[in-house]
C-alpha cells in the first residue's frame, strides 16, 4: 500500500482540524426567540443530557460563563448547557420602558426560552444578580428541580434593598449615593446601556420570605470566602428550608470562577 506524500497528508490533517473547529463553532452558534412581549432574547445550546441554565449576573452576558470553569466542566458531565444574555444586555434586546423589566419580566424569558426548547424539566444555576432572577424562576416554576444560587445573602429578599434603589437613581443621575460609587464607575467605562440597566435596577425583583419558606427543590447557595456583598447568606440559608450553604475560595468578582466552585455546583447537580 502507497504511502500518500507528506504535503497531502498534512492537508488531509488540516481540513479535519478545520471541520472539527466548524461544527464546533456551529454547536455553539447562537440563536433567538421571542419572549412573551416581543423582546428578542439571544441563547445557545451546548451538549445533550439533563438540561442546566446558567443565568449571568448584573450588566454581564450568558458569554461571561465560559471565562469560568463551570460552562466547560458541565458539558464533560453530560449535561446541556443553556445561556442566555438576559433583556437588556449583550446581543437581546434592550427597552427602555418600564413595561420592559416589570413583573417578573427576565424570569417569565427564561420560563419562555425552556417552553421554546421543549424542556420538561430543568436545573438553574444563578450567580449575583443571576441569583435573584434564579429564585423568581423556581419559585414560579415547577419545571426547575434544582437551583445554585451564587453571590447572594438575604438582602434582595427586601423590596426596598437600599443598594437597589441607590443604584437605580445613581444611574439615572443622581450623584447623591457613594455606596454604588465602584459599581456606577465600572459601568460608565464600558459601552453599556446604562439606562437598560437602569431599568434592570428599577424592577429588579424581590422573593419575599413567605415564599421561600414554601420552597420544596434542592437549594444549595455558594459564596466566596471574601465575598461581602449582597447581605447575609447564612440568613438566607435559614430562609430556604432544606437548602445547603457552601463556601469556596474567592471575593463577589472571583468566586464563580474557581474549580471549586464548579465542584460544588456538580455534586450537588448528581
Known amino acids: 500500500m502507497k504511502k500518500l506524500p507528506a504535503g497531502l497528508c498534512l492537508f488531509f490533517f488540516m481540513l479535519i482540524i478545520s471541520n472539527c473547529v466548524r461544527a464546533q463553532q456551529a454547536a455553539t452558534a447562537g440563536s433567538y426567540y421571542n419572549s412573551f412581549d416581543g423582546i428578542k432574547i439571544y441563547y445557545e445550546v451546548k451538549g445533550d443530557g439533563f438540561p442546566v441554565i446558567l443565568v449571568h449576573g448584573f450588566s454581564g452576558t450568558g458569554e461571561g460563563w465560559k471565562k469560568g470553569q463551570l460552562y466547560n466542566d458541565l458539558l464533560i458531565a453530560g449535561y446541556k448547557v443553556i445561556i442566555l444574555d438576559q433583556r437588556g444586555n449583550g446581543r437581546s434586546d434592550k427597552p427602555h420602558t418600564d413595561a420592559g423589566y416589570a413583573n417578573d419580566a427576565e424570569a417569565k ?87 437598560a440597566l437602569a431599568y434592570q435596577q428599577k424592577w429588579q425583583p424581590s422573593t419575599g420570605k413567605q415564599e421561600l419558606a414554601k420552597v420544596k427543590i434542592p437549594v444549595l447557595l455558594i459564596d466566596g470566602t471574601e465575598d461581602h456583598d449582597n447581605g447575609d447568606e447564612v440568613a438566607l440559608n435559614k430562609l430556604i428550608p432544606g437548602s445547603k450553604l457552601v463556601y469556596v475560595p474567592g471575593d463577589h468578582n472571583s468566586a464563580s470562577r474557581t474549580s471549586e466552585f464548579s465542584k460544588a455546583v456538580l455534586e450537588f447537580l448528581k
Open 109 to 195: 424569558d427564561i420560563m419562555g426560552l425552556a417552553t421554546n426548547l421543549g424542556l420538561k424539566q430543568y436545573n438553574i444555576v444563578g450567580y449575583s444578580r443571576g441569583s435573584i432572577i434564579t429564585s423568581r424562576v423556581f419559585v414560579l416554576d415547577k419545571r426547575a428541580q434544582k437551583a445554585v444560587m451564587g453571590g447572594m445573602g438575604d438582602a434582595y429578599t427586601n423590596p426596598e434593598w437600599p443598594r437597589r434603589i441607590h443604584a437605580y437613581k445613581a444611574l439615572m443621575g443622581d450623584t447623591s449615593f457613594h455606596d454604588v460609587d465602584g459599581m456606577i464607575k465600572y459601568i460608565r467605562s464600558n459601552p453599556f446601556d446604562e439606562l
